[in-house]
């Protein structure tokens, strides 16, 4: 009997510490990551801090974000005429809250259908789309990233001529006059509001939070032990501090995929005229639609004036094709550029690779100046 006592005491002692090791070990986990601090939102946000293993704590934003309550547009469903058209990627479609198309909608008072090429849609599916065809829009935006731009956005079958001095003969689309100074108040009135970054644990992203601790820790020990970097985030070195409301301002965050301008030659840059002309010249064959191609600056083309590394900076082709295309390529690049070297903080978002809500609402005052509305 007492040896029974005894075996029972001890199994009982036996899981009693397995259990607080167990717990111990989960709170500890947990506590390390909300030291981390998670990232809250959508699967894709905070990406380059998700994909590189850093830390939200570091290079997540603390300005609060402007954001939209109801998006003023329509997407996906191209089943019946709006005066604008967009075709776009994860600029245009991937958080939704932000974007600079509601802020052209708002501004217009044009009808905006969004189509996405981060879920599939093609150049040729709107050529081809009845709607398009019978009811073409007064303005189609094609909008396509800077290091995207050496892959052919419309399989030219040929290349056309692209003039260096003739202007192109384009449909006369301009927007209602607005005032030179936007009163975006006043076109926003009702319609946005302020968000800030979620840094408390979701219980049902303990998993997502779980993994990403595994990341940061692996890939640091990789980083610190062996100076390996096995993901395509690059931590880019600084100059002076960047205009960032994260506590790390010292470093840059970038997709490994913007260093390929680098290797652009005059030929690659033909290429890109070629697909853009003959993307031009099949929208505007029906005489009543322009044709707009929006690049958005690589981040590393953006704050290349803070980079250490003098072999980064000026490696952008948006000037050039700009140059070539006046009537078609509006120039993103400079007004963002201008705001981030006035000190704005968080044009882009310091933990990713698109533009906050004001990178957003630049682009769009672009856009406008560029269609001749301010």
């Known amino acids: 009997m007492i040896s029974s006592t005894s075996n029972f005491n001890l199994?009982?002692?036996?899981?009693?510490?397995?259990?607080?090791i167990v717990l111990s070990s989960m709170a500890?986990?947990?506590?390390?990551?909300?030291y981390l601090q998670p990232n809250?939102?959508?699967?894709?946000?905070?990406?380059?801090?998700?994909?590189?293993?850093?830390?939200?704590?570091?290079?997540?934003?603390?300005?609060?974000?402007?954001?939209?309550?109801?998006?003023?547009?329509d997407r996906d469903q191209y089943d019946r005429y709006h005066d604008i058209v967009i075709l776009g990627d994860s600029f245009t479609d991937l958080y939704q809250p932000y974007q600079w198309q509601n802020y052209l909608a708002a501004a217009t008072d044009n009808s905006v259908m969004v189509l996405s090429l981060w879920r599939g849609v093609r150049f040729a599916e709107v050529l081809n789309n009845p709607v398009f065809q019978q009811h073409p829009p007064k303005l189609f935006i094609y909008e396509f990233a800077e290091r995207m731009m050496d892959i052919p956005i419309s399989n030219a079958?040929?290349?056309?001529?692209?003039?260096?001095?003739?202007?192109?003969?384009?449909?006369?689309?301009?927007?209602?006059k607005i005032s030179k100074a936007i009163n975006w108040d006043f076109y926003l009135a009702n319609r946005v509001t302020w968000i800030n970054r979620v840094t408390q644990l979701q219980p049902d992203k303990l998993g997502e939070l779980i993994s990403h601790i595994k990341k940061y820790l692996w890939r640091n020990f990789l980083r610190k032990a062996f100076d390996s970097?096995?993901?395509?985030?690059?931590?880019?070195?600084?100059?002076?501090?960047?205009?960032?409301?994260?506590?790390?301002?010292?470093?840059?965050?970038?997709?490994?995929?913007?260093?390929?301008?680098?290797?652009?030659?005059?030929?690659?840059?033909?290429k890109m005229l070629c697909e853009i002309e003959y993307a031009r010249q099949q929208i505007?064959?029906?005489?009543?639609?322009?044709?707009?191609?929006?690049?958005?600056?690589?981040?590393?083309?953006?704050?290349?004036?803070?980079?250490?590394?003098?072999?980064?900076?000026?490696?952008?082709?948006i000037a050039d094709l700009a140059k070539r295309l006046p009537m078609v390529v509006p120039?993103?690049?400079?007004?963002?550029?201008?705001?981030?070297?006035?000190?704005?903080?968080?044009?882009?978002?310091?933990?990713?690779?698109?533009?906050?809500?004001?990178?957003?609402?630049?682009?769009?005052?672009?856009?406008?100046?560029?269609?001749?509305?301010?």
């Open 40 to 73: 809250n939102g959508g699967s894709n946000e905070a990406w380059l801090v998700r994909n590189g293993g850093y830390a939200e704590r570091d290079y997540g934003w603390n300005k609060p974000q402007q954001a939209f309550i109801q998006p003023l547009y």
């Open 284 to 317: 505007e064959a029906n005489g009543k639609t322009r044709f707009v191609m929006m690049i958005p600056p690589d981040k590393l083309t953006a704050y290349e004036d803070f980079l250490s590394n003098k072999s980064l900076q000026h490696i952008s082709i």
């Open 157 to 176: 079958t040929q290349c056309p001529i692209v003039s260096k001095t003739k202007a192109i003969l384009t449909p006369n689309f301009k927007i209602k």
């Open 331 to 374: 120039r993103l690049d400079t007004p963002l550029q201008a705001a981030i070297r006035a000190g704005e903080l968080d044009i882009y978002l310091p933990d990713d690779t698109h533009w906050s809500w004001r990178g957003h609402q630049l682009a769009a005052e672009v856009v406008l100046n560029f269609l001749g509305g301010v």
């Open 28 to 34: 500890s986990i947990i506590a390390f990551g909300l």
């Open 229 to 270: 970097e096995i993901t395509n985030t690059d931590n880019n070195q600084l100059n002076r501090a960047a205009p960032f409301s994260s506590r790390n301002t010292d470093t840059l965050l970038t997709f490994e995929g913007e260093r390929a301008k680098k290797n652009w030659d005059a030929a690659t840059l033909e």
């Open 11 to 20: 199994h009982r002692r036996f899981t009693v510490t397995l259990l607080g």
